[in-house]
């Protein structure tokens, strides 16, 4: 029989004004089992878990039963308190009568008789809880990031620094992501490509970081601190040991001029050849050949990369690689893109090649960009004498199926960034901005939209754009309400910008299943806990780096880069972790080896053996079930589908279950 | 082919050539408009009251008489459209309405939204098709630069109507090419032409379609046309329709498959 020890919290008022908690302790102190029950103000400080030691050495207790907060909050903790006076952490159960009952009870006699059945449900399962040990696991010394945007090369940069090896993967033919693209940053106007260029290049150059650029992960098994990955390198078709990035093939590929393939780096503003690099600065300097439009692999005839390359790098022949890599960590740094705009059929951005995107207009502002910086317009390439933005084109949108709930939070500081800049070079430009809120919450944030507004006169109106309506005079047609004004504008336009809502990269949701990380509506991952593991993916080993989990800026994605580096080096630093003994075991006496748990097990940690078992005195082979307890995270899937009652999951064992079940229902 | 048909008030008397045009083309096209008996004015306007069913009721009984026939139900004026539409959904997804609606009607069987209804246009897009109109064109209307004007109640509200993209529409410009015209595409085709404000503040309405003229012209239009029998009536009275004349659409596929002079 064990001596259980129970401890009610009162979490300041969280707890004891929706539940009487002394009214708690008097109601468990007489169940089967319990030798002591008292409460606390906070059974999570220093002095209630003092508390909590005393009892055990003052009493002998075997098992403690804490009903408090969520053990997903605590449960550590009061393991570790136990620990210290010497009993088995795993004789700890928390019954949670916080988060799921005074939090989301009102009547404080109905959640009263609530917790008082959740205690004795915990104090049921204590009385069959038996003393488990920790294993231990080793650590791969190695992390995997995907994704070289900003937030990919910072958190490599960070962890290698660090002093371990570090791999990006990233599927396009260089590294850079967005921030690549852009022409001049927030708040300071810096310019990209200057601050992102050198990072680039160390990344490229570190010694404990390796590239694999035009490559994406294709499949990942193992668990945190030993993740074995497959890496597929896509064939360039040229050969990076040779190529010296002189850019010769580029320039000689004859779809250069004639082929209409659209440059996915200038956002289709202009023309790329077959063979490519996809901007001067790329990382590494290797271009590669697009197979689906290069005319030899369409028809086999051209060949002229191969022949004008001085170096011979040119391989036709080259094939897709795939390597298998063994990891502790890793990062998803997988970032962000903009919305498809077809269902925002009223801003005639399909119509008309003067209504552009925010991100279109940074490649037009942009010294490197199709136009040499000069801003145009697509239709005449003249200069734009009035230009209106339009803020929240799909963000902040009612309609589930047009645009996406949240804020993007970025769009108000670039509009504004754009505004002045376009100011500066050209300062006889009208511009108007559309906006529903202006949000501008950062450091030096609303200074520097208050500078567009007051010294730079750019016309701010509250209200939103009804229409964009191209005019027979090649000019465009703003309509939109005044809030302020209760009036309709209706204003000409050289040239629209929108600023598209940003969602995460489609790819996300392959690799987020890949991870067994879990993404919310909106495809962006979560987060372990949204406030204390802001960076920590709930599937152990996963970190997370950038807009991928959520819109945020640059200075906020590297904040959060260097956060995600110093978790996974928190990992790495550790030669060994434990692990969770709550794993899975197979009576073979009872398992019929029907292979139901090795279906439903997510970590494939099941794997099948003939025994020989002597069952009711006659010895024979039996196909049984085996638990490879390194792979087994404890989730238990295989214990409900097993229909021999075979699977049972220590520390939440069948028994302990419907003891739990019986408690709640007596 | 047949199909129950809804003509609806307009077109009994200042809109007959949107249904005489109509009927003379189906023939045509070998499917027919069976009028139903007894049918009553849709209201004009979709009801937005939501606590009153009168107005919705002979919406109601011309819906239910096409389930009893088991015949799609087709209409010519884009209010009815509208109406039509509206009601049926309502019929179909908004308990309260259909209980009491059909509490009133005692119809033997209660009508739960059953009916498909189909705009003439969608008719000769869905079942027809607009590629099987072309090869039944005669007289081709090569040369002419047409606008289609959709307004305002054959789109809207999209989602329901389930017409066509009311942002970016092209079921009228696929169908102007079908006869062998060229559609003019342009922003103003798909706005309120000013509607029932004539009637109070016909300045308004002038504006209105002054901007409808001036958009569709100016990208090359020469004529215009309509399944709306209210925007006939304001863009006709414009200065601007006495260069740019207005048709309804079914007059120009009755020219177009030859049949305008019978009809």
Redesign the interface.
């Given at each position: 029989m064990q001596k259980i020890g129970v401890f009610v919290c009162h979490c300041g008022t969280n707890i004891a004004a929706t539940v009487d908690v002394k009214k708690v302790v008097e109601l468990v102190r007489y169940e089967p089992g319990v030798v002591y029950a008292d409460d606390y103000m906070y059974m999570c400080s220093e002095a209630g878990q003092e508390k909590i030691i005393e009892a055990i050495k003052e009493y002998g207790l075997t098992g403690l039963v804490i009903c408090s907060c969520s053990p997903r909050m605590h449960e550590k903790t009061f393991r570790a308190c136990a620990e210290k006076a010497g009993l088995n952490p795993y004789m700890v159960e928390v019954a949670n009568i916080r988060e799921q009952c005074s939090w989301i009870h009102k009547d404080k006699e109905e959640a009263t008789k609530k917790a008082v059945i959740l205690a004795r449900a915990a104090i049921a399962k204590v009385n069959l809880n038996t003393p488990l040990k920790e294993g231990e696991s080793p650590v791969t010394k190695r992390a995997l990031v995907i994704g070289g945007g900003i937030a990919g090369i910072q958190t490599a940069l960070d962890i290698a620094d660090a002093g371990y090896e570090v791999d990006i993967v990233e599927k396009e033919p260089s590294i850079g992501g967005r921030m690549s693209q852009f022409d001049k940053t927030f708040p300071t106007l810096d310019c990209a490509s200057c601050i992102l260029t050198p990072k680039m290049v160390e990344v490229n150059q570190h010694p404990n970081i390796t590239l694999y650029t035009y490559s994406e992960v294709e499949k990942v098994s193992g668990y945190v601190g030993n993740f074995e990955v497959d890496i597929r390198k896509k064939a360039r078709s040229v050969d990076a040991d040779k190529c010296t990035g002189c850019g010769e093939c580029s320039a000689k590929c004859p779809l250069g001029k004639i082929g209409n393939i659209p440059s996915e780096f200038d956002r289709g503003l202009r023309n790329r050849p077959a063979i490519y690099m996809p901007f001067a600065q790329a990382v590494p300097a290797v271009p590669v050949i697009d197979r689906e439009n290069c005319t030899y692999f369409k028809t086999g005839k051209c060949g002229v990369c191969a022949k004008i390359c001085p170096s011979k790098a040119v391989d036709y022949e080259q094939q897709d690689e795939i390597v298998t890599v063994k990891y502790g960590a890793i990062v998803v740094a997988t970032g962000f893109d903009i919305i498809n705009l077809d269902k925002f059929g009223e801003y005639a951005y399909n119509e008309s090649p003067d209504v552009i995107t925010s991100i279109e207009l940074e490649r037009l502002m942009n010294a490197a960009g199709p136009t040499g910086g000069h801003l145009e317009r697509m239709s005449d390439h003249k200069q734009p004498k009035d230009i209106v933005f339009i803020q929240c084109v799909g963000s902040r949108c009612d309609s589930e199926e047009k645009g996406k709930p949240y804020c993007s939070k970025v769009c108000c500081m670039y509009t504004a960034k754009h505004a002045m800049l376009i100011k500066d070079h050209w300062p006889d430009t009208n511009i108007t901005v559309f906006y529903i809120d202006v949000r501008t919450p950062g450091k030096n944030f609303d200074e520097f939209y208050r500078r567009a507004v007051e010294q730079y006169h750019v016309n701010y109106i509250k209200g939103q754009v009804g229409k964009v309506m191209p005019q027979p005079d090649g000019s465009l047609l703003v309509q939109a309400a005044d809030l302020l004004d209760g009036k309709q504008i209706r204003m000409k336009a050289d040239m629209v910008v929108l600023a598209a809502a940003i969602e995460p990269n489609p790819d996300v949701r392959k690799i987020a299943t890949m991870l067994t990380a879990s993404i919310d509506n909106n495809n962006f991952l979560t987060e372990a806990h949204a406030k204390l593991r802001p960076v920590e993916s709930p599937t152990a080993g996963i970190f997370l780096s950038g807009m991928a989990q959520g819109p945020k800026d640059i200075p906020e994605t590297v904040s959060q880069a260097g956060a995600a580096a110093v978790k996974v080096i928190g990992l790495l630093a550790k030669d060994h972790l434990k692990t969770n003994p709550c794993t899975a075991q197979c009576d073979t006496l009872l398992c019929n080896g029907c292979s139901t748990c090795a279906n439903v097990c997510p970590y494939g940690a099941i794997t099948y053996d003939d025994v020989q078992v002597m069952d009711h005195g006659l010895r024979e082979t039996r196909r049984v079930a085996q638990v490879n307890l390194a792979l087994c995270q404890g989730c238990g899937a295989c214990t409900s589908a097993c229909p021999s009652g075979a699977m049972d999951l220590q520390g939440f064992s069948n028994r302990q279950i419907t003891t739990e079940v019986d408690a709640i229902c007596r | 082919m047949k199909y129950s048909y809804y003509p609806g008030c307009t077109l009994k008397n200042k809109a007959q050539d949107l249904d005489r045009f109509a009927r003379a083309s189906a023939a045509a096209l070998g499917f027919e408009l069976v009028e139903i008996p007894e049918w009553q004015c849709c209201g004009g306007v979709y009801p937005l009251g939501t606590d009153e069913i009168a107005t919705k009721l002979s919406s109601v009984r011309a819906l239910n008489y096409a389930k009893e026939q088991q015949q799609d139900l087709v209409t010519l004026c884009s209010a009815c459209h509208h109406v039509l539409k509206r009601v049926n959904d309502d019929m179909k997804n908004v308990g309260d309405i259909r209980t009491r609606a059909n509490n009133y009607c005692g119809f033997e069987e209660p009508y739960q939204g059953e009916t498909r209804v189909l705009h003439f246009l969608e008719v000769l897009k869905d079942v027809i098709g607009f590629d099987e109109l072309a090869k039944k064109v005669v007289n081709p209307l090569e040369g002419r630069k047409i606008g289609a004007y959709y307004g305002c109640l054959t789109l809207r509200p999209g989602k329901i109507l389930d017409f066509d993209?009311?942002?970016?529409p092209k079921i009228m410009e696929d169908f102007i090419r079908a006869l062998g015209a060229e559609p003019v595409?342009?922003?103003?085709r798909n706005?309120c032409c000013g509607g029932y404000v004539s009637l109070k503040d016909p300045e308004f309405t002038k504006t209105r379609t002054k901007m409808i003229f001036d958009?569709s012209t100016?990208?090359g239009a020469d004529c215009l046309i309509t399944a709306c029998p209210l925007c006939m009536y304001n863009l006709n009275k414009s200065e601007a329709s006495s260069k740019v004349p207005v048709y309804y659409f079914t007059e120009l596929l009755a020219e177009a498959l030859g049949v305008k002079e019978e009809a």
């Open positions: - | 993209d009311p942002e970016n595409i342009y922003s103003m706005e958009d100016g990208f």
